[in-house]
T-cell receptor
Framework: ETGVTQSPTHLIKTRGQQVTLRCSSQ?????VSWYQQALGQGPQFIFQ???????GRGNFPPRFSGLQFPNYSSELNVNALELDDSALYLC?????????????FGAGSRLTVL | RKEVEQDPGPFNVPEGATVAFNCTYS??????FFWYRQDCRKEPKLLMS???SGNEDGRFTAQLNRASQYISLLIRDSKLSDSATYLC?????????????FGAGTRLAVHP
């Protein structure tokens, strides 16, 4: 059983640029959610994808967007990067069905915006 | 008021100590409760679910008090390897999906 993998692991961008982060979900999982974790904070929910559609969104502006593909992998895109976007971006997969959602996290993509 | 609040710590304890973390949540509609562990610069990993009846997993005991909207985690006989940040997580069904809300975490440092 493969876990959640994310790429790239680290990247540096400058203000105003755009970034795409990628995530492969754990086998058997059909739902992907993205979180932003700033230093010293808990993960903050960005959005969730199920059946290739966004079905939940946190308090993030529209310049944060995403996709889910038929194989359940996902992308997070951030346009017009700001300094405050510097954070660890975590992808988590889960199975939407019966029972509580238990998330399996990837190791994250650490973004630095200069 | 934050939806999930935790004491940030750090809790500095010697090996063998018993330490307790508390967490409060603001929304009484919250449905499921978890403790996650996050090592430095790593991803969060599920430590245990929390049930109203209380549950135990080895040295770890979790309690939920729905009336007080309070969750706790007790660690007995602390080990050096327990050093990490412990995240309290609540879920609620909102807008057609289960939403997970994380606390900011409580940092634990166990020293020899």
């Amino acid at each position: 059983e493969t876990g959640v993998t994310q790429s790239p692991t680290h990247l540096i961008k400058t203000r105003g640029q755009q970034v795409t982060l990628r995530c492969s979900s754990q086998s058997g999982h059909n739902t992907v959610s993205w979180y932003q974790q700033a230093l010293g904070q808990g993960p903050q929910f960005i959005f969730q994808y199920y059946r290739e559609e966004e079905n939940g969104r946190g308090n993030f502006p529209p310049r944060f967007s995403g996709l889910q593909f038929p194989n359940y992998s996902s992308e997070l895109n951030v346009n017009a990067l700001e300094l405050d976007d510097s954070a660890l971006y975590l992808c988590a997969s889960s199975f939407t069905g019966t029972g509580a959602n238990v998330l399996t996290f990837g190791a994250g993509s650490r973004l630095t915006v200069l | 008021r934050k939806e999930v609040e935790q004491d940030p710590g750090p809790f500095n304890v010697p090996e063998g100590a018993t330490v307790a973390f508390n967490c409060t949540y603001s929304n009484s509609a919250s449905q499921s409760f978890f403790w996650y562990r996050q090592d430095c610069r790593k991803e969060p990993k599920l430590l245990m679910s929390v049930y109203s009846s209380g549950n135990e997993d080895g040295r770890f005991t979790a309690q939920l008090n729905r009336a007080s909207q309070y969750i706790s985690l007790l660690i007995r006989d602390s080990k050096l390897s327990d050093s990490a940040t412990y995240l309290c997580v609540v879920t609620m069904f909102s807008g057609g999906y289960n939403k997970l809300i994380f606390g900011a975490g409580t940092r634990l440092a166990v020293h020899p």
